[in-house]
């Protein structure tokens, strides 16, 4: 079993940055393709940001392209994505997931899910 915890989530002004962080259980997740998604109120969950297990190939959603990166630290078994220039839009409880595919965006492809945490952005 790998359980992850996401950390990190606040309330920023629009414009800012947040950094995000999800602490896996197990180094097992090392194998891991590891992907974060979001949720908003009233809407579906939606895929943000993904990466391989080596952390040599990335993939975005087209709304973060160019202002949040992912990366992960294989050594202490954590993922991050870093937010920069953060909008009203980006609202939204985050949560970290881990496959054992290469990489996917699909959140059906994922097996293990943390809670989630929230990132309020305000106008």
């Known amino acids: 079993q790998v359980q992850l915890v996401e950390s990190g989530g606040g309330l920023v002004q629009a414009g800012g940055s947040l950094r995000l962080s999800c602490a896996a259980s197990t180094r097992t997740v090392r194998n891991f393709g590891m992907g974060w998604f979001r949720q908003a109120p009233g809407k579906e969950r939606e895929f943000v940001a993904a990466?391989?297990?080596?952390?040599?190939?990335?993939y975005y959603a087209d709304s973060v392209k160019g202002r949040f990166t992912i990366s992960r630290d294989n050594a202490k078994n954590t993922v991050y994505l870093q937010m920069n220039s953060l909008k009203p839009e980006d609202t939204a409880v985050y949560t970290c997931?881990?496959?054992?595919?290469?990489?996917?965006?699909?959140?059906?492809?994922?097996?293990?899910w943390g809670q989630g945490t929230q990132v309020t952005v305000s106008s």
């Open positions: 990466i391989i297990w080596s952390g040599t190939s990335t």
């Open positions: 997931a881990a496959t054992s595919r290469i990489m996917s965006v699909n959140s059906n492809d994922y097996e293990y």
